[in-house]
Every structure is written in structure tokens, then in C-alpha cells.
């Protein structure tokens, strides 16, 4: 009897134990299942609240667009205004007028500069970039004066940064030329095109006779500079008035790295150490520069 009430006892404890464990497991489902459906309402709504959304912006929105279209051509309008109020010239001129007048005189004024030591910047038949009229008694034809006009502009401002920046020797200068006004190769070139540091690209490659003043203005530069100075072009032509964009430069060494010592370097071996002259590297050695550049009038 005793054996029986035992297992009576054990089977009741076991099914117990069975029917905790399955409410254990029931819970942990039901919980699981508010969860997965609490889940699924809140993106239920969040789907409802997009479909509900307006199409089309607010009013408030479509304000502050408007707000901001107006600040924006505002501003492009001022800025447009402020460099044709920097940049102006004088295109209503004869042919006469504009080389005797204008272009020779410029010139003229350029070719004066000299370096803070007394030496001049550029030859004395250096034409920035306008060898087709200087020297010579060849006229522009009345089509081309406005741009030449703008293009001596340019290049007087853009020699006005080089020289302050204090550049060695400004060997070339060209720019877009019509066609023309292309000249032949005279047998006086200037030194600019005798002694061109880099062979130059076509011009035609850059721009070929853009049909308005506003636009891309193209230029070559070709200067002989030290290291400082040649920061101080990209600096100055950087923050000047034009709107200036270097499109490429090429740096190279002017010479030899070390000088070559005296022919009587032997005989110089006794001397006094004051007469003795010491070969070696230059710590800041010029640099023959050629910079490709775009001044943009809009």
C-alpha cells in the first residue's frame, strides 16, 4: 500500500512539474507575441502617418524657397555688379586710337618695372602677349578692339600681382588672340618668345575666340621666380580682385644644382680663406615657373 500512495505521490509531483513548466512556456509565447504585435502597430502607424503626409510642400515651405531664391539671385546680381564696377575699360575706339592711345602707352608703363634690386622685370621689346601690334604699324581690326581692350586690362592687373609678389624676370605672356589679328613670326620677337622656358601649348587648345567679353579669359604665364615668390603669385592672384583660376603649373630648375668652380680653383687652394671662393648649393635657387590660368568675367 505503501508503494502505491509513493508513486501516487510522484506521479502527482511530476504532472505538477509538467504543468509549471507548460504556464512557463505559454507565458514567455503570449509575451513574446504582445511584443511582435505591439511592434507591428507602431509601424502600422508610422506607414499611416507617410500615406497621410501631404503631397506637396507647405506653404511655409514653399515661403522659405522663395526667401531663399531671393537672397541667392540678390547676391549674384551684387556680385556681378562689383566686378564690372572693378574692371573697367574703354572699347569704343578707333584702331588708331586704341594702339596710340591705349595699347602703346600701357605698354610703355609695364615694360618699367624693375625688380627691388634696380633690374628690369621684362626685355625692353617685351609686348605681354600683343606682339601682333608691338612693335610694328599693324592696326586691330575694329571687331577685336573690345577684347583686346579686356585683355590688356587683365594683363596689366595680372603683371600687377606678379611684380608685387617680386618676381625675377617675366619671360611670356600669351593669351586668346583672334584669328585675325594672329600675327606672323616676326624677325624681332621678343625675348618672351625667344627664351620660352616650356614649349607652349597651342593657345587654340585653351580658347579659340569666345564670341563675348563675359566668360573664360585664358592666360600662360612664364616667370622666372624663388620659391617665396612664386607662393606669393599663387597667394596675390588668389585674393586679388579678379576671379582667377589656376588650372595648371609647371616648376622647374633653372640650372645646375651646384656652381661650377673657377678655372684656377687650384691655385685659389693657397689663398686667404676671405679670397676663397665656395662652391655648393644654392639654398633658395630661382625657378623657371610656367602657370596656365583662367580669369573668369561673368
Not at 686667404?272 to 623657371?288: F, K, M, N, T, Y
Request: positive net charge; hydrophobic residues 45%.
Amino acid at each position: 500500500m505503501k508503494r502505491k500512495q509513493i508513486a501516487m505521490v510522484g506521479l502527482g509531483v511530476a504532472m505538477a512539474g509538467v504543468l509549471i513548466g507548460s504556464g512557463c512556456v505559454l507565458a514567455s509565447a503570449l509575451s513574446h507575441t504582445e511584443d511582435v504585435a505591439r511592434t507591428r502597430d507602431n509601424k502600422r502607424a508610422e506607414l499611416g502617418r507617410i500615406y497621410s503626409e501631404p503631397v506637396f510642400p507647405s506653404t511655409a515651405h514653399v515661403t522659405m524657397i522663395h526667401d531663399d531664391t531671393r537672397a541667392l539671385s540678390s547676391w549674384n546680381t551684387d556680385f556681378i555688379k562689383t566686378q564690372r564696377a572693378i574692371l573697367q575699360v574703354e572699347t569704343n575706339l578707333s584702331p588708331s586710337q586704341f594702339k596710340i592711345q591705349v595699347l602703346q602707352p600701357a605698354i610703355r608703363e609695364l615694360a618699367k618695372t624693375q625688380t627691388d634690386g634696380g633690374a628690369r622685370v621684362v626685355a625692353a621689346d617685351f609686348a605681354f602677349g600683343f606682339d601682333a601690334y608691338i612693335p610694328g604699324d599693324r592696326m586691330p581690326a575694329v571687331a577685336d578692339i573690345p577684347r583686346l581692350a579686356v585683355q590688356l586690362e587683365l594683363t596689366r592687373r595680372l603683371c600687377r600681382e606678379m611684380f608685387a609678389a617680386n618676381v625675377i624676370v617675366l619671360t611670356k605672356i600669351q593669351h586668346a588672340v583672334s584669328d585675325r589679328a594672329t600675327p606672323e613670326t616676326p624677325a624681332h620677337a621678343s625675348r618672351a618668345t625667344r627664351l620660352g622656358a616650356v614649349a607652349p601649348r597651342p593657345m587654340a587648345d585653351l580658347d579659340r575666340n569666345p564670341p563675348t567679353l563675359t566668360g573664360r579669359h585664358p592666360f600662360i604665364l612664364e616667370f622666372t621666380a624663388r620659391k617665396g615668390a612664386m607662393l606669393a603669385v599663387l597667394n596675390r592672384l588668389a585674393s586679388c580682385d579678379l576671379f582667377v583660376t589656376v588650372r595648371d603649373i609647371d616648376v622647374r630648375k633653372a640650372g645646375s644644382d651646384v656652381k661650377a668652380p673657377p678655372e684656377n680653383w687650384m691655385e685659389m687652394g693657397d689663398a686667404h680663406h676671405q679670397q676663397r671662393v665656395v662652391s655648393g648649393p644654392e639654398l633658395d635657387a630661382p625657378l623657371l615657373v610656367r602657370m596656365t590660368l583662367d580669369v573668369e568675367i561673368f
